[in-house]
Structures are given as C-alpha cells and as structure tokens.
C-alpha cells in the first residue's frame, strides 16, 4: 500500500484534485511497489530493462481535497511475459475514490523486447507470483 498526501498545487479552482494528479499518483505508487518487491527503478535501469507505459485509464469516484491521505493499492492484472497490466484503486478511508489500469511493455534500450522469463527469471517470478496473488482474490 503506498500513501499519497494531496497538495495544495495538486487542486484546482474548486478545491478538488485537478484529475490529471491520479495518473502521477499511478506511477508513484508503481514505483513504490516495485522498490518494496526488490525491484527499484534504479535496478532496473542498471539492468537495461525499460517499461514503457502503453496505456493509461482512470474511473474517478469521489474527489479529494488538499492534505487528504490517498491510500493505493497496486495488483498485477495480467502478465505476459513481454506485456504487463496493473491496476490501481484509490481509498481515502474504506471510501473508493478512484480506479485506474496502466499497461506496460518491457524492452531493452534499444526498444526491442525482453523475454523476461530467460533474460531476468527473477523479475519474472515475481510478477507471475503478483498476478497469482490477484487471481486468488477475484
């Protein structure tokens, strides 16, 4: 679970986060995910593993205001191998606030794409033992 602080830069006129602030939430709490699994970005990129982002969704339910705690919460939702989908959802409280999926590829520098399970069995592993701890929940 990764906790988010909204900021005052982060609302807008009306005093509510501008929508566009979920999607950086999104990645800051992928990032920490990743970190907390073993696999910093830092790591990552030392290993010549990079994961662009090939999509973006957000479902927004509630809003929130400035200094309210936005609590994240980051599953696997489908693994290829090559291809990786997460999905995001958003409390403040037991409150639902928001929804949202991001989709990934790993490639290397060159943009060419990696076999996972061959070149980095252990990034692998980790993943597919992710989206069996999602599917035990569905």
Excluded at 38 to 52: D, K, M, N, T, Y
Excluded at 69 to 89: A, H, M, N, T
Excluded at 94 to 102: F, N
Aim: aromatic share 12%; with cysteine.
């Amino acid at each position: 679970m990764y906790t988010h602080t909204v900021q005052y830069y982060e609302t807008d006129k009306m005093g509510v986060t501008h929508h566009s602030n979920y999607v950086r939430w999104m990645e800051e709490a992928r990032v920490d995910f990743l970190e907390k699994k073993g696999w910093p970005f830092a790591r990552l990129e030392e290993e010549g593993i990079v994961s662009p982002v090939l999509s973006v969704s957000c479902n927004y339910k509630k809003p929130s205001r400035f200094s309210d705690k936005v609590d994240i919460e980051v599953s696997v939702l489908e693994f290829g191998g090559v291809k990786l989908r997460l999905g995001y959802k958003m409390f403040m409280g037991d409150t639902l606030i928001c929804e949202g999926e991001t989709g990934h590829a790993f490639v290397d520098t060159e943009g060419i794409p990696l076999r996972l399970k061959k070149k980095f069995p252990d990034f692998y592993e980790m993943l597919e033992e992710e989206l069996n701890k999602t599917a035990g929940r569905a």
